[in-house]
């Protein structure tokens, strides 16, 4: 059942919100069909087939869905071990992503580092199951372990990019990030989204905290 916030009361979580990341995405789309074909082809003569890389990930309201990014690692490549979780959720000063990542391949580290492998899911917000600006979406096995307060974040749909995103990416903790998604979740609105929005191209042309 949707928990609702005062900011999913309002005309903008409603209705705008979704009206933003239609119009947005449709946008976005058609000005990197040029860039896809080119990554398209890069990826098919350097790593080969599949190109695209689907995974589960939980929405709003613990609602789960395939995510769709272009395959930044090698073929071969196995899920990490997750760390012991805590009775009492995932412990806030946990790292889930590393620079050392030995994983990714050589035109993957270059598609993570300017978010080029996050375009296809401008497919997901077309959907509905995402939006533009929102918490990014987490897969089942540690959404499962949140607490109450980790939970939280799950109130609002998951974005392409958020507060934390801009706010120094895979280079925070797990407290941290949760603190920025539940800032979000509480405070969100149309000129938020915009600033968020705008910083984003600024954090991906700076090239921080992305790998």
């Not at 613990?62 to 009775?87: D, G, S």
């Not at 509905?128 to 929102?134: E, K």
């Amino acid at each position: 059942m949707h928990v609702q916030t005062a900011q999913n009361l309002t005309f903008y979580g409603q209705y705008g919100k979704r009206i933003v990341d239609i119009i947005g995405a449709l946008i976005l789309l058609f000005i990197t069909i040029p860039l896809m074909l080119i990554v398209f082809l890069i990826l098919l003569m350097t790593t080969g087939r599949p190109i695209f890389f689907k995974q589960i990930r939980t929405g709003l309201d613990h609602h789960r869905f395939v995510i769709w990014k272009l395959r930044t690692m090698c073929i071969q490549a196995v899920p990490v071990n997750m760390p012991t979780i805590c009775a009492n959720g995932i412990p806030d000063d946990y790292y889930f992503k590393t620079n050392q990542d030995t994983r990714i391949t050589k035109v993957g580290a270059i598609l993570r580092k300017l978010s080029i492998d996050e375009i296809p899911q401008l497919l997901n917000v077309l959907k509905g199951d995402m939006s533009i600006v929102g918490p990014r979406p987490e897969v089942p096995t540690i959404t499962n372990a949140y607490n109450s307060l980790q939970a939280r974040r799950l109130e609002v749909k998951p974005g392409l990019t958020g507060l934390a995103q801009i706010n120094g990416r895979s280079n925070i903790s797990h407290g941290q990030k949760i603190s920025y998604d539940i800032e979000y979740v509480e405070n969100f609105s149309f000129w938020m989204d915009i600033q968020i929005m705008l910083k984003t191209i600024y954090v991906i042309v700076a090239r921080t905290g992305a790998y």
